[in-house]
């Protein structure tokens, strides 16, 4: 995996393909979630983290709008009008009418987009090239926008427009990440605080591609809905599921059927697991935050079920090789497990863990690590 920001390719296809040199260049990273899964639309808080894969958004003056990217170099043409869900460019599309609605968007652009995060592996290479191209775009037409505005255009282009009924997570961190950090987000209230993550969190690739826009989540978000309505009537007074007291769960769980019980059960003891991690975190204390991340597994696995044969198999291998702890991470149904590893015996775990994946499924996962690293900025 390649560390370096990919802005010279993006300088170059932008180069290639519409002639000029960009006017504006922007990168944004990708995301690694710590702990705190399906809680950022329940009103609950995420810790995650930037990883130093980015992604870089080169773009430049046009009367109309066109794009490109290093896997697609062929350029398409864009119709802000029509987003086209299931293809990249609905991203963008996205983009440019939110910021079309604020007056933030130029009259047309050509934009080459470079990325070293992987798509479709949990790691909200989304999140990424929304937040980028938001920030590159209004720069373009002449306007500073700070990382909280460019996260909130991201949210609404794939909120609203491409229709993705995530959360708030992927674009906040995205924008407002800090090196070396993890970022404490209470969706509840806005608030946000950053902890400082030294070590190195290595990433298992289960290879099992999920398609968000297609459903599983929004499905998710919906039942969560429901549970949360099942328990107002059962006299349960919160606003949000987050906002129910982890000593109701017993009562309402035993009250409300399947699925929807589970989904509360989860979305309640992972908030508390989410702050109890910041807490670790904060003291320095990675046994804590490691059971919690094997408690959180476990929850996405059996009441939340948005886990994976793949990744159950890479958890319960990276605990018995002595893992301080481990998870799958991002949106589930495959994608990306993390592991918190003893350094001094890192390397060793990686690959036995990877060679026990291939003995099970006949492939070597993709496996790297990356430590905290920036959020957007612009590059040169
Ligand atoms: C996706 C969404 C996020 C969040 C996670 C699950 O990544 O984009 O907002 O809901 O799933 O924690």
Redesign the pocket.
Known sequence: MTIAPPVRQATSLFLERFGSRPTVLVSAPGRV?LLG?????NGGPVLPFAMEQRTVVAVGPASTWRAVSTLDPDIQDLNPELIERGHWTAYLSGVIRVLGRRGLAPRGASLAVASSVPAGSGL?SSAALTVATARALANLAGHRIPPELAADVAFHAEHDEVG?R?????QTVAARARADHALLFETGTGEVLHHPLASRVWLFDTGVRHR?SGGA?NQRRQECEVALGLARELGCRAEALAAIPEADVGDLVRSIPAPWGPRLRHVVTETARTRRAAAALASRDLTTLGRLLVEGHESLRHDFQSSCPEADHLVEGAVELGALGARLT??GWGGTVIALLPPEREEQIAAELGLRFQAAYGRLPQVWSTRAGPGLRSEK
Do not use: F, I, K
């Open positions: 979630n899964e399906h809680t950022d639309y909200s993705v995530c959360g708030r997570m992927d968000l989540l991002g949106a």
